[in-house]
């Protein structure tokens, strides 16, 4: 078997499903001041962060709604919405690829474009934090995903090449930030990121269950 370098994991959509209330919450909270949010609006914004990502939507419901909230309304209401919703556990089938990882030696990180202060405290509550020898997420890093920033800190850290390594990716601009690290890259899409153009990835699977060592090996073989 071709040894991997290492497994490189994005976490909103792949590790967590976190994307599914987000959507919900933002979309709730909008619909509770009087603006419909459609799916095709906010999928626009997957996979991507920005510094003032909520301020954005918060001027956006202001400037629509007939009565809108103030912000520290839209914050908590939201706030209070994705904590109802968000899963207390990882998504299908990553346990047992973690599992797999780690009984094979094989170096794991978190690449994300979120911020620490949501992606650590999120993987201890899950229990995984420990798997990974690394996090990286959009603080530690001059540009957020699509460009190959967190990937190429991620590998650094880790001291393997970005050629060996295989990225685990749910939406079209991580693809095209892993990619651009020089890695290859596996699309796990999430209902959210399904529509997106996935066809740049190397594998595409339904989830991380269909997932080997094996199978990922191969995608190194020249």
Do not use: C, N
Not at 72 to 101: H, N, Q, S, Y
Request: without cysteine; negative net charge; aromatic residues 6%.
């Amino acid at each position: 078997m071709t040894r991997l370098g290492a497994v490189i994991f994005d976490f909103d959509g792949v590790i967590l499903d976190s994307e599914t209330p987000e959507y919900e919450s933002h979309k709730q909270v909008f619909e509770m001041f009087g603006v419909p949010l459609s799916l095709d609006d906010y999928l626009r914004h997957v996979g991507l962060y920005h510094v003032d990502h909520e301020t954005q939507w918060f001027m956006r419901l202001r400037a629509q709604s007939p009565a809108p909230p103030d912000r520290a309304t839209f914050d908590a209401e939201r706030k209070r919405i994705f904590d109802a919703l968000v899963p207390r556990e990882p998504m299908r089938g990553i346990l047992d690829l973690l599992d797999a990882l780690t009984g094979a030696a094989v170096p794991m990180a978190i690449a994300s474009t979120s911020t620490s202060r949501w992606v650590v405290p999120a993987a201890e509550r899950l229990g995984v934090r420990a798997r990974f020898a690394t996090v990286v997420t959009g603080d530690d890093v001059e540009r957020r995903k699509p460009a190959p920033d967190v990937y190429l800190e991620a590998a650094r850290r880790l001291g393997v090449d970005p050629a060996r390594s295989i990225a685990v990716e749910d939406s079209a601009p991580g693809i095209t930030s892993a990619r651009a690290a020089g890695m290859k890259t596996v699309a796990i899409p999430h209902w959210l990121t399904e529509r997106h153009d996935l066809s740049a990835a190397d594998l595409r699977v339904a989830h991380a269950g269909e997932l080997t060592l094996d199978r990922l090996a191969t995608l190194l073989i020249p």
